[in-house]
């Protein structure tokens, strides 16, 4: 009776075990920022614990007008025109916009989103004027 016990309860770890690295199989890490004021937007999200996920199962995006707004952040217009790239080979999230950005700080609510699972992330952005090399 003890060693079939023992079997269900090591089959039941193992199940447990699975779920949860399922469950925790993604992670956005640190935004490196590669554009200026006025210029188009362009980012870099890092991609973490990516587990045995695709890049066609992640999806990101901005998270809805709803979350900026219960957490109390301006929700631009123009966010509607960024893009998001994932690039699985150098596990980033790319982002960008079409247009110049001309406001100086940007906070936004990344979601990501995968067959097992839901992520946001706040980050906040300092967009500086470009500095201008000695002639």
Known sequence: MMKKQ???VSILGAILCLWATQAAA?????LKLQ???NEPFKAEVALT????ISA???LVSFASV???TQRK????FFYSDFKFTVDLNRRVVIITSPRPITE???EFILEARWPTGRLQREYTVLLDMPTRLAE
């Open 49 to 52: 614990n990516l587990g045995s």
């Open 56 to 58: 066609e199962e992640i």
């Open 73 to 76: 952040l301006e929700h631009f």
């Open 66 to 68: 709803e979350e900026f």
């Open 6 to 8: 023992n079997k269900w």
């Open 35 to 37: 554009s200026t004021l």
């Open 26 to 30: 993604l992670g956005l890490g640190e």
């Open 104 to 106: 100086p700080y940007l």
